[in-house]
């Protein structure tokens, strides 16, 4: 299938898609006529391309770890390396979630005293 029907059948912008193929996940083939030509495949390396973007991992990532997905969930096969990568991107967003909430305590705390030395109109 062309790139607009992987579009159309993913909800993936075409631009998304030339992204994905330019960081290696997805890999066409060239028509005689040049255009990229996706296999049925494809629909499902998408999925897992956007599951694995909402899970946060990075393009560099997913491509380290798309070879042994299966599935467009994805489900993965046992292996350590795996393990690691995800153990350690749960662990930078465990950090970033901890910090996020020290900053929204901050804010808080600056928005009652700003409200409590405001004066009322």
């Known amino acids: 299938m062309l790139i607009g029907a992987l579009s159309r059948r993913t909800g993936v912008r075409t631009h998304q898609l030339r992204y994905y193929e330019a960081q290696g996940l997805l890999k066409p083939d060239r028509g005689p006529t040049g255009y990229r030509e996706y296999g049925s495949d494809a629909v499902t390396t998408v999925a ?8 946060g991992l990075s393009t560099a990532e997913i491509a380290a770890v798309l070879p042994c997905a299966a599935g467009p969930t994805p489900d993965f096969e046992p ?3 795996l393990a690691e990568t995800f153990a350690r991107r749960l662990a930078d967003l465990d950090a970033r979630m901890t910090s996020l909430a020290h900053a929204r305590d901050l804010l808080r705390g600056f928005v009652e005293v700003t409200r409590e030395t405001t004066p009322a109109a």
């Open 79 to 81: 292996c350590e390396e």
């Open 48 to 55: 897992q391309i956007r599951n694995l973007l909402a899970a």
